[in-house]
């Protein structure tokens, strides 16, 4: 069946870092891409999302780029800041909604 | 303002009692759907719905119940042969089932006494 792999945490990074949480996937047909963050004690909120092959789905200076040729949909940030300190979960959703085990990202000052 | 709303916060079982959360959503929502989060863990799906007055099992259902009687409601059961209850339930409705944005609500912790 169709499921979500990404990169182990936790991570922990200094404010102004560049960040990339990887994420693959894989899927029989073709799926939609997914991006949640998760601050704590609370639900999960799109961060951001694409629906097919090479779209990018950006917000608030994160990005990910479907890949299609790479199973792959990594999530980047230029320069992060303390506040981006969040659980990360990838996920698809083509038939049913898969989500990854989640990327704790702890950012210091 | 538009949203999920999940009660209460936190909620506490005592040995052998079944419980109930309470998922409401004024997105005018078809689909619902009902996860469960351990720590370090990713969400599984306990039980969805695609539309009023059904409802289908997801990957762990077993010692749960779920009804969809009005659109916006869809509580959960955590009966008493769920033998280890303990986690994070995160209710999450979307426009359609399937390839469509989720939205959250907040959650409830469950513990046990």
């Known amino acids: 069946g169709d499921s979500v792999t990404q990169m182990e945490g936790p991570v922990t990074l200094s404010e102004e870092a560049f960040l990339t949480i990887n994420c693959t996937y894989t899927a029989t047909g073709y799926p939609s891409l997914f991006w949640y963050v998760q601050y704590p004690g609370e639900g999960l909120q799109l961060l951001l999302k694409?629906?097919?092959?090479?779209d990018k789905g950006s917000n608030k200076g994160f990005e990910a780029t479907y890949r299609k040729e790479t199973t792959s949909f990594h999530l980047e940030k230029g320069s992060v800041q303390v506040s981006d300190s969040a659980v990360y979960f990838c996920?698809?959703?083509?038939?049913?909604?898969?989500f990854g085990a989640g990327t704790r990202l702890t950012v210091k000052p | 303002d538009g949203g999920i709303t999940q009660s209460p916060k936190y909620l506490f079982r005592k040995e052998g009692q079944n419980v109930t959360l309470s998922c409401e959503q004024n997105?005018?929502?078809?689909?619902m759907y009902w996860y469960r989060q351990d720590p370090g863990q990713g969400l599984r799906l306990i039980y969805y719905s695609q539309i009023v007055n059904d409802f289908q099992k997801g990957d762990i259902a077993e010692g749960y119940s779920v009804s969809r009687e009005k659109k916006e409601s869809f509580p959960l059961t955590v009966t008493s042969a769920q033998k280890n209850p303990t986690a994070f339930y995160l209710c999450a409705s979307s426009i359609a089932y399937a390839k469509n944005i989720q939205y959250f609500g907040a959650g409830t912790r469950l513990s046990v006494l």
């Open positions: 694409a629906t097919k092959a090479d």
């Open positions: 997105l005018n929502h078809d689909a």
């Open positions: 996920a698809l959703s083509d038939n049913d909604m898969r």
